[in-house]
T-cell receptor
């Protein structure tokens, strides 16, 4: 069974731009969660989507947003990029709440 | 607010040694605990999931235990191999949803 896929794998943007990251979950999984990983803050929860609805949200500014489509694929968007947004963005796929989470390879975002 | 601590931050052992990684948490109201490994620049690989009602889980050379009353989990790796070299992360699933709270990780190096 195919794992979680994330595209693109690498991105370089400049401050003030916006970016969209994509995540395709494991077939049959309806939940997608997003995390940001940085050397200073570690792994931090961004938000979770289930059946096209945001079910849970972390403590990030409104510049970070997401959505989920009817096929469970999810996108996250970061607007007005800042240098501090440089990070590895990981998405996790799971069947439903409280189930085991499976992570994708991540998207490495560099903001110059 | 859940806080997760992993000790030690780094560990270097010779090949063949048995070892224990520790994870402690402050809030025992958890739903599950998951152990992951992360290779440099890569995503997270799920190793073991322990539900809050369980005391331990085993997979091959790995054994994870959970003691909610003391706020501790351990990951035991038997007969370590150089391929086990990675960062090991524990993550707590709380009762309010699928949000995982991560520790900072233990960076393991197994020397041939």
């Amino acid at each position: 069974k195919a794992g979680v896929t994330q595209t693109p794998r690498y991105l370089i943007k400049t401050r003030g731009q916006q970016v969209t990251l994509s995540c395709s979950p494991i077939s049959g999984h309806r939940s997608v969660s997003w995390y940001q990983q940085t050397p200073g803050q570690g792994l931090q929860f961004l938000f979770e989507y289930f059946s096209e609805t945001q079910r849970n949200k972390g403590n990030f500014p409104g510049r970070f947003s997401g959505r989920q489509f009817s096929n469970s694929r999810s996108e996250m968007n970061v607007s007005t990029l800042e240098l501090g947004d440089s990070a590895l963005y990981l998405c996790a796929s799971h069947r439903d709440i409280y189930n085991e989470q499976f992570f994708g390879p991540g998207t490495r975002l560099t903001v110059l | 607010k859940q806080e997760v601590t992993q000790i030690p931050a780094a560990l270097s052992v010779p090949e063949g040694e048995n070892l224990v990684l520790n994870c402690s948490f402050t809030d025992s109201a958890i739903y599950n605990l998951q152990w992951f490994r992360q290779d440099p620049g890569k995503g997270l690989t799920s190793l073991l999931l322990i539900q809050s009602s369980q005391r331990e889980q085993t997979s091959g050379r790995l054994n994870a235990s959970l003691d909610k009353s003391s706020g501790r989990s351990t990951l035991y790796i038997a007969a370590s191999q150089p391929g086990d070299s990675a960062t090991y992360l524990c993550a707590l699933g709380g009762t309010s949803g699928s949000r995982l709270t991560f520790g900072e990780g233990t960076q393991l190096t197994v020397n041939p």
